[in-house]
C-alpha cells in the first residue's frame, strides 16, 4: 500500500526558505489519478491547506500562501516537494503530504469530481526561529 | 472564500454514546465535503467522503449526512478509540478549507 514520509530541516531561520520533499512508496506518484498535496498545522490549532501538485505539473496554491509557495514533483524519484519563502515563525508547525484523490462519480446528467485525502505522511515539524 | 464552521467545539461523551457533530459552510457546497479524524500526535485520517461514503476500512459507526451548506457526522455508538478531534472539510473549490475541529472527550 502506498506511504508518504516528509523528510527536511527542522529548524529554518526567519526570511529563509522552507523546504521539505515527501517520499512516495508502494507505489508510483504517476499513477492513477491523484494530486499530491501539503497541509500544515501549528501546535494545538487547525489544519491549513497550502497546495497541491498533479503529476503533470499543474499546481493550486492557498491564496492566502501563493506568493511564497511552490510545489514540484519529481517523477524519476516518486517525490513531490514543498518550498516556503521568507517564512516567519508564523510559520512554524507541522507540515503534513497526503495524497489527493480524484474520483468520478457519473450520473445520467451530470460528471462529478470529487476530491479527497486518503493517504497522509507522518508529518514534520518544522520550526521558524534565528 | 468558503467558510466552514463546526459545533460544538468540543464535546464530551460516554463509550456506547450516540455522538453527532456538524459542520456548516458559508455557501452551497453540494456533497464536496470529507470528515477527518485525527488523534493527538497523528496524522489525519480519512473517514467520509463526497459527504456520506464511508472510506473502506472505516468502522461502519460513522456516517456521514447532508448536502448544500449543512452536514452531519454520526458515531452511533462511541467506541474508546473514537475519542478524537474530528475536522470538517470542503472540496467545492480548489482550496479545500478545513473546519476548525471538534473535539470529543471522554466524560
Known amino acids: 500500500q502506498v506511504q508518504l514520509q516528509e523528510s527536511g530541516p527542522g529548524l529554518v531561520k526567519p526570511s529563509q526558505t522552507l523546504s521539505l520533499t515527501c517520499t512516495v512508496s508502494?507505489?508510483?506518484?504517476?499513477?492513477?489519478?491523484?494530486?499530491w498535496s501539503w497541509i500544515r498545522q501549528p501546535a494545538g490549532k487547525g489544519l491549513e491547506w497550502i497546495g497541491r501538485?498533479?503529476?503533470?505539473?499543474?499546481?493550486n496554491y492557498n491564496p492566502s500562501l501563493k506568493s511564497r509557495v511552490t510545489i514540484s514533483v519529481d517523477t524519476s524519484k516518486n517525490q513531490f516537494s514543498l518550498k516556503l519563502s521568507s517564512v516567519t515563525a508564523a510559520d512554524t508547525a507541522v507540515y503534513y503530504c497526503?495524497?489527493?484523490?480524484?474520483?468520478?462519480?457519473?450520473?445520467?446528467?451530470?460528471?462529478?469530481?470529487?476530491?479527497?485525502?486518503?493517504?497522509w505522511g507522518k508529518g514534520t515539524t518544522v520550526t521558524v526561529s534565528s | 472564500d468558503i467558510q466552514m464552521t463546526q459545533s460544538p467545539s468540543s464535546l464530551s461523551a460516554s463509550v456506547g454514546d450516540r455522538v453527532t457533530i456538524t459542520c456548516r459552510a458559508s455557501?452551497?457546497?453540494?456533497?464536496?465535503l470529507n470528515w477527518y479524524q485525527q488523534k493527538p500526535g497523528k496524522a489525519p485520517k480519512l473517514l467520509i467522503y463526497?459527504?456520506?461514503s464511508l472510506q473502506s476500512g472505516v468502522p461502519s459507526r460513522f456516517s456521514g449526512s447532508g448536502s448544500g451548506s449543512d452536514f452531519t457526522l454520526t458515531i452511533s455508538s462511541l467506541q474508546p478509540e473514537d475519542f478524537a478531534t474530528y475536522y470538517c472539510?470542503?472540496?467545492?473549490?480548489?482550496?479545500?478549507?478545513f473546519g476548525p475541529g471538534t473535539k470529543v472527550d471522554i466524560k
Open positions: 497526503a495524497r489527493d484523490v480524484e474520483l468520478l462519480m457519473t450520473t445520467v446528467t451530470f460528471d462529478y469530481y470529487y476530491y479527497y485525502m486518503d493517504v
Open positions: 508502494g507505489g508510483s506518484i504517476s499513477s492513477g489519478s491523484y494530486y
Open positions: 501538485i498533479y503529476t503533470s505539473g499543474s499546481t
Open positions: 455557501q452551497s457546497i453540494s456533497s464536496y
Open positions: 463526497a459527504a456520506s
Open positions: 472539510q470542503q472540496s467545492y473549490s480548489t482550496l479545500g478549507t
